[in-house]
């Protein structure tokens, strides 16, 4: 097994993408932190569902500037050195700017360029710290085909999302010489309990036919990019990013 004894952090790592994603690297042999914000439930749950190695659950909001330095403190003191960070975790709110009120625009700004850039920028500064002494790592990030593409409903998730492909090509570039590489996954709408609850048959109908395979992506197929970009092969591919959309938006 690749990941055996391996020892990976995974953010929002209690349901949706980031349960495939702890499920998967635990299956290959690795040592699973599962961090989450609230759902003590769905976080025990997928603690349940990883049979081999040794996993835990790390709370704590990684938006709170002072949760990143003691999360990957509290990984250390757990596993001694960390291997792969896997920032997953994100928030998307609805703020369409012709519809809400400058407050709730502003709210809506500060809360997701805090959580899908900002925690990733200081979680990675920490994370860098534990990996230069340990001769080496991976940081894979979360992004969206929404960087890309624009998302008018939610303008400062797209605008997050392209900030962190480049901050995540900017540390590639940066971090090469400490072993240390760095990739981006970004996948297109992905079929979760989370991100359909939310939708209406027709706006799932919809989504459905954005790709050329009429289906949304799986979250195991998500995962698949991120544990490759997290292997030991791949790390001459560090800056890159992998879109998993289904074809609904290619990009030249």
Do not use: C
């Not at 020892?7 to 495939?20: D, E, P, W």
């Not at 036919?209 to 591919?237: C, D, G, N, W």
Request: no cysteine.
């Amino acid at each position: 097994m690749e990941f055996k004894n391996k020892n990976v952090l995974i953010t929002g790592g209690s349901k949706g993408i980031g349960r495939a994603t702890a499920i998967a690297f635990a299956e290959k042999g690795a040592n699973v932190a599962i961090n989450y914000r609230s759902d003590d439930l769905a976080a025990k749950e997928t603690l349940s569902l990883l049979k081999r190695g040794n996993h835990i659950l790390l709370k704590g909001d990684v938006s709170n500037e002072g949760n990143s330095k003691t999360l990957i403190s509290d990984f250390i003191k757990k596993y001694s050195t960390l291997d792969v960070l896997v920032n997953n975790a994100g928030v998307a709110i609805f703020h369409e700017i012709d519809k809400v009120s400058f407050e709730d625009w502003k709210d809506a700004w500060q809360t997701t360029i805090n959580t899908n850039l900002i925690s990733i920028a200081n979680l990675s500064y920490w994370a860098t710290k534990a990996m230069i002494k340990n001769n080496g790592g991976r940081i894979v990030n979360v992004s969206s085909r929404g960087a890309f593409r624009g998302e008018p409903n939610m303008p400062a998730y797209g605008s997050s999302k392209a900030g962190l492909n480049s901050l995540s090509q900017s540390l590639a570039k940066s971090l090469a010489k400490y072993n240390i590489g760095v990739g981006v996954v970004a996948p297109g709408f992905t079929d979760t309990e989370m991100a359909t609850s939310a939708l209406t048959d027709e706006e799932k109908e919809s989504l459905l036919l954005e790709s050329p395979f009429k289906r949304m992506a799986k979250p195991s197929e998500v995962t698949h990019a991120i544990v490759f970009l997290a292997s030991k092969q791949t790390l001459y591919s560090s800056g890159t990013i992998i879109d998993v959309n289904g074809a609904s938006y290619l990009r030249t």
